[in-house]
């Protein structure tokens, strides 16, 4: 990612902090960043593919090599220090399901992260509609626990994260015999 590109993220995310992405445009953005309009569009078609490159949520990183229930923890561990860094940013961003959702895209990679691990650990497992359902339930309401825990708690936030296997409890039993 190039300087030009990091400085309108960071303008993106600083504003974000603040308001709903709703109420912000282009140009506040391009002063927020200190950048003109015709820079934010020479990387940008509007302010919803900005949401695209937001790494509020990043990627695996390169040690999780071995995709584990313990992959699993430390990709949610990493991004709830980002997350409970910038909980404005969070509670704005939470509210936006439309166009490049980063709640979506988190969603998303959970759901990628949860079926890699399944077939690492049972290479010969079907794809099932039970199975299908369950990991998407999953997905979906343990980032929205995650959500409130980070944007209500943060001390009970804390104390969660720092427990050794924090999730296990909250995995449905269908889908805890293929993780572990």
């Known amino acids: 990612m190039t300087d030009m590109e990091n400085k309108i993220l960071g303008g993106f995310i600083r504003l974000l902090e603040n308001h709903p992405i709703e109420q ?26 900005v949401i695209l490159k937001v790494q509020a949520i990043p990627e695996m990183q390169d040690e999780d090599t071995e995709v584990s229930l313990g992959t ?4 949610f561990r ?21 166009q490049n959702s980063s709640v979506l ?24 509609p039970q199975l299908t359902y369950a990991v998407n ?18 001390a009970y936030c804390e104390a969660y994260f720092q427990q050794e296997h924090f999730i296990e409890g909250y995995i449905p039993s269908i889908l805890l015999r293929y993780l572990t």
């Open 78 to 98: 990493r991004r709830y220090r980002w997350l409970l860094e910038h909980r404005g940013f969070l509670k704005n961003i939470s509210l936006y399901f439309g």
């Open 24 to 49: 912000i445009t282009v140009t506040e953005i391009c002063k927020e960043s200190g950048v003109s309009k015709r820079s934010f569009y020479n990387y940008y078609y509007d302010k919803y593919d």
């Open 72 to 75: 699993l923890e430390n990709y």
């Open 137 to 154: 339930c999953f997905a979906c309401g343990y980032l929205i626990f995650l959500i409130e825990i980070i944007l209500r708690d943060p």
């Open 105 to 128: 895209a988190f969603r998303d990679s959970v759901i990628g992260l949860l079926w890699k691990i399944m077939r690492q650990n049972h290479p010969d497992l079907q794809e099932t």
